[in-house]
C-alpha cells in the first residue's frame, strides 16, 4: 500500500523560505515521477511541480517558476520542495503526489497523473 507523508509546513514571513518534505513507502520510489499540488481556501487544487523518475526533468508552475526546487532523494525515498521568496499568495495545503504506474511525464502537471495523494502540509505565508 503506498503511504505519502508530507512534513515542514508552517508559517513564515513575506521573503522567507521554506523547504517541505514528502516520505513514501509502498512503491519501487527511483521508478516513478512525483510532483506537488497545492489548494487555497475557496480555490481549487493548483499543480506547483513535478519531477519525472530520472530526476533529470522537472516542470513547474507559472506561478512558482524561478522561486521554487523540486528534488527526489531516491536513496530516502523523499521528494522536497524548496520554496523560496515566498508570498501570501503562495499559502495554501501543499500536496505531494504519485502516480501508479508509468505514464507520459508530459502529462505530470495535470492532477490525473497522479493516482495517490498525501494527507498535506499547510504552509502560511503572512504580509
Known amino acids: 500500500q503506498v503511504h505519502l507523508v508530507e512534513s515542514g509546513g508552517g508559517l513564515v514571513q513575506a521573503g522567507d523560505s521554506l523547504r517541505i518534505s514528502c516520505a513514501a513507502s509502498g512503491l519501487v520510489f527511483r521508478n516513478y515521477a512525483m510532483g506537488w499540488f497545492r489548494q487555497a481556501p475557496g480555490k481549487e487544487r493548483e499543480f506547483v511541480a513535478a519531477i519525472d523518475w530520472t530526476g533529470n526533468t522537472r516542470y513547474y508552475g507559472d506561478s512558482v517558476l524561478g522561486r521554487f526546487a523540486i528534488s527526489k532523494d531516491n536513496t530516502n525515498d523523499i521528494v522536497n520542495l524548496q520554496m523560496n521568496r515566498l508570498k501570501p499568495d503562495d499559502t495554501a495545503v501543499y500536496y505531494c503526489?504519485?502516480?501508479?504506474?508509468?505514464?507520459?511525464?508530459?502529462?505530470?502537471?495535470?492532477?490525473?497523473?497522479?493516482?495517490?495523494w498525501g494527507q498535506g502540509t499547510q504552509v502560511t505565508v503572512s504580509s
Open positions: 503526489a504519485a502516480p501508479r504506474q508509468a505514464r507520459s511525464f508530459a502529462q505530470a502537471t495535470t492532477s490525473r497523473f497522479y493516482d495517490f
